[in-house]
């Protein structure tokens, strides 16, 4: 029994966990992490470690998702690089305080905003995009001048002792450290008090999350997920729509990405001219066998593989396939599928399905969509293919989600001048590009005044006098101040 519970202690625990954060904030005391060369060298560390180990990063891919490269490559390593790169075009300025106007009330004074970081930091990030999601947060947490602890998903066991093995050679292990572990360390660190907790993955541990940290008066990042719909309006070119459908569905993980397409809303006449459409391209895409295509990534686990499998397999679900439907559960490989009119109550347009399956769900007239997306919890993304621009200024007018993109999916995350995260049930919280500096930051209030232009009619005794003039003062009153101080 002993040796049992010996067995089940993880290894990383508690004690150690307390220990960890005690080592950081011992190392943020010191104050190193503050300076702009601490920052500056460990974002140029994390820039060489990308480029020297590009093809090792792509391998541990592979062995956790069959992530083709050019994948690997697109979504992860360069996105990478170039957030690295802009964050340390801006980082000299976003570090320097800020002046601000100072008003009558202060009067004579001066004040200023000072970034300063918020301590030390926990960044939990998910396995699907299992590097890119790591090492981003931690960008800004290094950015922002933070110690830290990573903890990757043990659900992608390559990238995350990667990940330990690279940040241990190539960034300050003082500052900056990995835990590798599944609930039990994950719990473990929970316990402790940090400055900030950072979190990417299911809305479900997001709750558990904001728990452990409301114990504490952390504030968290909770960067969700949910069901990212897409409108297709019938006014489009539609061998392009096709194509960044695919792209954004298929060609993102295999629908294992937060923001790729969940579901298709479109009109009864123009879906069977889309259906149409995208087989066309799939088939190009993927060839007429998709199980055996090496641009397609492989489901993550054999528990997502059932997930998806209940997903298909209702009763009321699975007479609705319109195209695909084939998989291979040694391989864990789903093909393209294409759903049409599943109905309202069915588990597929009620959970996220992250995955390769795509319903469509038909309206009389397309601007019915935007009342079905605002029916229900609001998305991480949302997504409109048109070229009407009335419908275009209504959906962004009308539809609330994280972030919206007209013509195409996923691409607005790779604009570092737009803030990523969700709204609602998809998250809390923003970061990519300034806004990754900022979520780790503490913007400082700071007044300056000296000794001059010290008021009485401030302190007591309170006269009427006294209060005449400051409401003259405060009202902007010229007048009334003089004649408040000369008595009138
Ligand atoms: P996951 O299983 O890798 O879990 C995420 C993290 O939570 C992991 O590090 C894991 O160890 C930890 N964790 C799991 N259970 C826990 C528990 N009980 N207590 C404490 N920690 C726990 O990833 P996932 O949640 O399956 O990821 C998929 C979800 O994440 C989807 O909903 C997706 O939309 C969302 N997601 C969001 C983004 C975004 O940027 N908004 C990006 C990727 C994924």
């Not at 940040?167 to 599944?182: P, R, T």
């Not at 001219?273 to 090496?294: C, M, N, R, T, V």
């Not at 990534?297 to 396939?321: C, P, W, Y």
């Not at 101040?481 to 008595?487: D, E, K, M, N």
Request: proline share 5%.
């Amino acid at each position: 029994m002993a040796s049992e519970d010996k067995k089940k202690k993880p290894a990383f625990d508690c004690e150690a966990a307390s220990s960890t954060v005690k080592d950081l904030r011992a190392t943020f005391a010191t104050e190193k992490t503050r300076s702009y060369e601490w920052r500056a060298s460990q974002l140029k560390s994390l820039l060489k470690l990308i480029n020297d180990h590009e093809s090792d990063i792509i391998d541990a891919l592979r062995s956790d998702l069959s992530k083709p490269a050019h994948e690997a490559f697109v979504s992860e390593i360069s996105m990478l690089r170039s957030s690295c790169e802009f964050i340390l075009k801006g980082l000299k300025r976003w570090m320097m305080p800020e002046k601000v106007k100072t008003t009558i009330t202060t009067f004579p004074s001066s004040a200023e905003i000072v970034p300063e970081p918020l301590g030390v930091v926990l960044v939990i990030s998910a396995w699907n995009y299992p590097f890119y999601l790591s090492v981003d947060p931690v960008i800004g947490a290094i950015a922002a001048g933070n110690a830290l602890v990573l903890k990757p998903s043990e659900i992608a066991p390559a990238t995350s002792s990667l990940l330990v093995k690279l940040f241990g050679e190539y960034l300050d292990s003082s500052a900056i450290k990995v835990v590798e572990g599944a609930v039990p360390e994950t719990s473990a660190l929970l316990e402790q008090k940090w400055d900030k907790i950072f979190y990417t993955g299911n809305g479900k541990v997001g709750r558990i999350v904001a728990a452990a940290a409301a114990k504490h008066l952390t504030p968290v990042a909770l960067e969700l997920g949910g069901k990212c719909p897409v409108i297709v309006d019938s006014d489009i070119n539609l061998t392009v729509t096709a194509r960044r459908l695919i792209g954004g569905k298929w060609g993102l993980n295999n629908g294992q990405a937060c923001v790729s397409a969940d579901h298709i809303i479109t009109t009864k006449d123009f879906a069977p001219k889309l259906i149409d459409a995208l087989k066309l391209e799939l088939e190009q895409f993927f060839g007429k066998d998709p199980l055996i295509s090496e641009d397609l990534s492989r489901i993550v686990s054999s528990n997502h593989f059932a997930h998806l499998s209940k997903l298909l397999d209702e009763d009321k679900v699975s007479g609705k396939i319109v195209h695909g439907g084939g998989r291979n559960k040694d391989d864990l490989k789903i093909a393209p599928t294409i759903l049409l009119d599943a109905p309202e109550d069915s588990l597929i347009m009620n959970e996220e399905i992250f995955g390769p399956l795509l319903p469509i769900v038909t309206v009389d007239n397309i601007e019915e969509s935007f009342s079905i997306i605002n029916s229900k919890e609001k998305p991480l993304a949302a997504y409109l293919f048109t070229n009407n621009k009335t419908l275009k200024g209504k959906f962004v007018k009308n539809v609330s989600a994280g972030g919206l993109l007209i013509n195409d999916i996923a691409l607005h995350l790779a604009n570092p001048n737009l803030p990523f995260g969700g709204v609602g049930e998809s998250g809390m919280d923003a970061y990519h590009g300034k806004f990754s500096f900022d979520t780790f930051t503490h913007k400082k209030a700071v007044l300056y005044r000296s000794f001059v232009g010290d008021a009485p009619a401030r302190y007591p005794p309170y006269t009427p006098g006294k209060l005449r003039l400051l409401k003259a003062l405060l009202g902007g009153d010229i007048i009334g101040v003089i004649r408040a101080l000369v008595g009138w």
